[in-house]
C-alpha cells in the first residue's frame, strides 16, 4: 500500500513543477511583449492622379492664352502637355505645357511627390510635412528666419519693407519650369535680383516688378495642410522680364508644386506679378480639392 501513495506523490510533484515552469514562462512571454511599439499611421493617399489629365482644358485655356487660336493638331498638342521623366509614377509624375502667343509666352508645370515613411515609428503625414518644410525654408519661408511673410499671411495686404525678403532670397529657377525639376530653390542674397529693393518696398520703383499691389513670396492660408507662394522675378543683368510664381502645398502625405510663368515678347513689358499668382492660386486650390476628392 505505500507504493501507491508514493507514486501519487511523485506525479503530484512533476504536474506542480511544469505549472510552475508555464506559468513563470507566460509571465515572462507578457512581460516582453508588454511594450510593443504600434505602427505609425499610412498617410491617405496610396496613388497619385494622371497629372496631363489633372487640369481641365478650359483652365488650361486661360493660363495659356494663345493656344486656344492655333490649328486643331497644333492645339491638341499644347493642352495634351509633356509627361515629366519619372521611374516610379507611384511616388511622383507631374506634366508641363507650354504657350507662344504674339505678346508673351505662358509656361505651366505641375508636381505631384507621394511621400513614403519607412520608419515604422513615423507617419507618411510626418515625413511629407518634413519634406515641405526643406520646400519653405529654401524659398527663405521659414516662420523662424522671417516673421514677416508668417505675419501677413492673415492680412493678405502688402505693407513693411521687410515683406519682400521671401521673394528676392534666391535666383531664379529653370525657365522652362519642368515639373520633374526639385522645387527646392536655392536661396543666394536679396542684391542678386534688380527687384530687391521694390520688392522690399512693396514693388513698387522697379520695371520687373510688376504691379504695385502684387504681393511678395508668403505663406499661403486654406490651402491643404500648409502652403506658401514664391514669386521669381527676373535674375539680375538678364535682358528677359520673365517671371516664374511657384505655389507649393501639402495635403496628407502628398507634396505638389504649381509653376507658371511668362515671358514677354518685347523686354520693354512686364510680367502682371498680381495676375501670375492669382492664376497659380487658384489652380492650386483645383488640385487640392480633386485630391481630397
Not at 483652365?59 to 521623366?85: M, N, Y
Not at 508645370?109 to 529654401?138: C, L
Amino acid at each position: 500500500m505505500a507504493y501507491v501513495p508514493g507514486v501519487a506523490l511523485l506525479a503530484a510533484l512533476v504536474v506542480g513543477c511544469s505549472a510552475g515552469s508555464d506559468s513563470n514562462a507566460n509571465g515572462a512571454d507578457s512581460k516582453a511583449g508588454s511594450p510593443t511599439v504600434t505602427p505609425a499611421p499610412p498617410g491617405k493617399y496610396l496613388t497619385l492622379p494622371a497629372p496631363c489629365r489633372a487640369v481641365p482644358r478650359g483652365t488650361l485655356k486661360d493660363l495659356l492664352p494663345g493656344a486656344a487660336e492655333l490649328p486643331g493638331a497644333q492645339q491638341e498638342k499644347v493642352f495634351r502637355g509633356s509627361a515629366s521623366v519619372t521611374y516610379d509614377t507611384d511616388r511622383k509624375v507631374g506634366c508641363s505645357w507650354k504657350s507662344d502667343a504674339p505678346n508673351a509666352t505662358r509656361s505651366l508645370s505641375i508636381d505631384f511627390e507621394r511621400v513614403v515613411s519607412y520608419d515604422p515609428a513615423v507617419s507618411d503625414d510626418d515625413r511629407a510635412d518634413t519634406v515641405y518644410a526643406k520646400k519653405e525654408k529654401a524659398a527663405g519661408l521659414s516662420s523662424s528666419a522671417t516673421p514677416g511673410p508668417d505675419a501677413e499671411k492673415n492680412t493678405g495686404t502688402p505693407g513693411e519693407k521687410d515683406k519682400g525678403k521671401g521673394a528676392d532670397a534666391e535666383k531664379p529657377e529653370d525657365p522652362a519650369g519642368d515639373a520633374a525639376a526639385s522645387a527646392d530653390p536655392s536661396s543666394p542674397s536679396s542684391s542678386s535680383s534688380p527687384s530687391g529693393g521694390a520688392a522690399g518696398e512693396g514693388g513698387a520703383g522697379d520695371s520687373t516688378s510688376g504691379p504695385e499691389d502684387a504681393l511678395p513670396s508668403r505663406v499661403l492660408d486654406n490651402l491643404g495642410d500648409a502652403a506658401f507662394l514664391h514669386d521669381l522675378p527676373t535674375r539680375a543683368g538678364s535682358t528677359s522680364q520673365q517671371r516664374t510664381v511657384s505655389v507649393v502645398f501639402r495635403t496628407s502625405n502628398v507634396v505638389v508644386t504649381v509653376r507658371y510663368a511668362e515671358q514677354p515678347a518685347l523686354v520693354t513689358q512686364v510680367p502682371d506679378s498680381k495676375e501670375l499668382q492669382e492664376k497659380a492660386q487658384a489652380l492650386a486650390r483645383k488640385l487640392a480639392e480633386t485630391l481630397s476628392e
